[in-house]
């Protein structure tokens, strides 16, 4: 059994994506828009959504993120829960921190705590909420 976060955006899934691979390295597996679904004479699609990401599959690190744009709803929030990203080092990880921060709102600066010696929370320019962390070391 695997759980595999589903992320939607409002109308910004290819600019996200565009960010996550420039900014963490992420890796974009299958992508299909849904101007390239078949056409269902019964749920006939909204020609304004044509080019907005209908699925996508993501690779970050060792993880698959799958994401899209929302087309069934009028906004996406993005509430009561984070992204955890485990970065290498404290040097990784106060890079991944500062990129994803880029645009967005730091809830929690890049720091050491009790429990290791690099982490921050921020919320990204699409609204994800972001735990950038380092593995604990004795």
């Known amino acids: ?6 992320v939607f955006f409002g109308g910004r899934c290819e600019e996200a994506l565009a960010f996550y691979t420039e900014k963490i390295g992420a890796e974009v597996l299958f992508k ?4 390239d679904a078949p056409p269902d004479a019964g749920h006939p699609a909204n020609p304004k959504f044509d080019n907005q990401v209908m699925h996508a599959s993501v690779k970050v690190g060792s993880t698959i993120l799958m994401v899209a744009d929302d087309c069934m709803s ?9 992204l ?3 970065a290498d080092d404290l040097a990784h990880g106060e890079k991944l921190f500062n990129a994803l921060a880029e645009g967005g709102t730091v809830n929690m600066p890049w ?3 009790f429990w290791t010696e ?3 929370m921020l919320t ?3 609204g994800i909420g972001w735990m950038v962390t380092i593995p ?3």
Do not use: C, R
Not at 1 to 6: G, L, R, S, V
Not at 74 to 80: N, P, R, W, Y
């Open 32 to 35: 299909m828009h849904y101007k």
């Open 84 to 86: 955890s990203l485990t």
């Open 1 to 6: 059994m695997e759980i595999q976060p589903y």
């Open 74 to 82: 009028e906004s996406v929030t993005h509430k009561g829960f984070s």
């Open 136 to 138: 604990h070391t004795s």
């Open 124 to 126: 990204d320019k699409f």
């Open 111 to 113: 720091q050491a705590t």
């Open 118 to 120: 690099g982490f921050g």
